[in-house]
Every structure is written in C-alpha cells, then in structure tokens.
Nanobody
Framework: VQLVESGGGLVQPGGSLRLSCVAS????????MSWFRQAPGKEREFVAR????????ECTNVMKGRCTISRDNAKNTVYLDMNNLQPDDTAVYSC???????????WGKGTLVTVSS
C-alpha cells in the first residue's frame, strides 16, 4: 500500500491550493479516503473525507467551509481543494485510506502547506 501526496508549497494568505494523493497497492474503489493535517506542536486534525462511491463527502469545521474533497477512481487519486488559506492552515497535510475489505487504515507521509506573506 502506498499513498503519495503532492501539491503543497508556499502560498500567500487568501490563496488557494489543490492537494493530490495517488494511491496504489489496494483496490482504490473499495477505500474510504480522508485528509488530515498536523501543525507543528499540535495534534492531528481531521479535515475531510469521501466515501468509496463519491458520496457522501464531508469537510469538517477545521477548514470552516473552505475545502472540497473529491476523487477520481480512474486515476486512483483523491484531491483536496482549499481556498482562502490563512496562516493557521500551515501544516503537513496527509491522506488516509480506510480499506474496507481488510479493515486496515494506511497513511501517506504528507505534503507541507505553508501560508505566509
């Protein structure tokens, strides 16, 4: 199982980013995907999740309505679109896969998002 995130980087306050997570080593259509983030010195926060069949999706109050999660099952990829980013959004963003047929949860190493002027 492998989850590889990309799309992080430095963005100015008010900017937007799209994060991607490419999955391999398991049946992607049978996994519930999620995004978490962890800022330095803080606990990991649950950001968003999407079921195996696209619905339902959920972006939590962590991003306060500023995110959208989606997936492309043909590309084994899950996305996190974030807008109006603020310095408090600075964190390592990781994707997670709950593989329903095995009951296992797997994580990627994450991609760093830095929001600064």
């Amino acid at each position: 199982v492998q989850l590889v995130e990309s799309g992080g980087g430095l963005v100015q306050p008010g900017g937007s980013l799209r994060l991607s997570c490419v999955a391999s080593g398991f049946i992607f259509t049978r996994a519930r995907m999620s995004w978490f983030r962890q800022a330095p010195g803080k606990e990991r926060e649950f950001v968003a999740r999407i079921s195996s069949d696209d619905a339902p999706t959920e972006c939590t109050n962590v991003m306060k309505g500023r995110c959208t999660i989606s997936r492309d099952n043909a590309k084994n990829t899950v996305y996190l679109d974030m807008n109006n980013l603020q310095p408090d959004d600075t964190a390592v963003y990781s994707c997670g896969a709950f593989i329903t047929y095995s009951g296992m949860m797997r994580w990627g190493k994450g991609t760093l998002v830095t929001v600064s002027s």
